[in-house]
């Protein structure tokens, strides 16, 4: 069964500061990969997914996240953040080619951003 | 405008007693699921739905039950065997059984028990 792993649970970083969010994912085969964010109390907002092709993906606010098949990785990447940020992201990945599953979920990263 | 509506936004049960969570989409999306969010253990699947009158336990569906009469329609039931029923609960749909496609989220249902 595949599974997802993000490193760490928070992360604080100071106001226009890179942020690197961490994902590793675990399966024996071929999967799509899945950031999205929340803010409190929200329903979660799709950032970016990896189906296939570029392995660099970008997404939207800024985000970008780049899939590396031999590290079994996907991690998420800002190179400036701002106040607006501060969120909870999650990875979540499926198996590819394969109908009929769910999506299954990391146990989430808390981006603090501060001035 | 196209959506999921989880209602309400906040319920208060008391122990021993059954409730359910309204999610409903105007997607037309096949595909619906029910999600459990509990501080620091991300989401968990309860169950989820790929087309009418069909439904698949995930991986904490004790405590749970589902139904899927419509498309547009995919409530929750809490019932009293769930042991600790108070949760962020979310609900999701997508467009078909296809893995290439993401999940459209609700805005949530937090349960407590009181």
């Known amino acids: 069964a595949q599974s997802v792993t993000q490193l760490d649970s928070q992360v604080p970083v100071f106001e226009e500061a890179p942020v690197e969010l961490r994902c590793n994912y675990s399966s024996s085969v071929s999967v799509y990969l899945f950031w999205y964010v929340q803010y409190p109390n929200q329903g979660l907002q799709l950032l970016l997914k990896?189906?296939?092709?570029?392995?660099l993906v970008k997404g939207i606010n800024g985000f970008e996240a780049e899939f590396n098949k031999s590290q079994t990785s996907f991690h998420l990447r800002k190179p400036s953040v701002h106040i607006s940020d501060t969120a909870e992201y999650f990875c979540a990945v499926r198996l590819a080619n394969q109908a009929g599953t769910a999506l299954i979920f990391g146990k989430g990263t808390t981006l603090s951003v501060s001035s | 405008d196209g959506g999921i509506t989880q209602s309400p936004k906040y319920l208060f049960r008391k122990e021993g007693q059954n409730v359910t969570l309204s999610c409903e989409q105007n997607?037309?999306?096949?595909?619906m699921y029910w999600y459990r969010q509990d501080p620091g253990q991300g989401l968990r699947l309860i169950y989820y739905?790929?087309?009418?009158?069909?439904?698949q336990k995930g991986d904490i569906a004790e405590g749970y039950s589902v139904s899927r009469e419509k498309k547009e329609s995919f409530p929750l039931t809490v019932t009293s065997a769930q042991k600790n029923p108070t949760a962020f609960y979310l609900c999701a749909s997508s467009p078909g059984a296809g893995a290439n496609t993401e999940a459209f989220f609700g805005q949530g249902t937090r349960l407590t028990v009181v």
């Open positions: 739905s790929q087309i009418v009158n069909d439904f």
């Open positions: 990896y189906l296939s092709g570029s392995t």
């Open positions: 997607l037309n999306h096949d595909a």
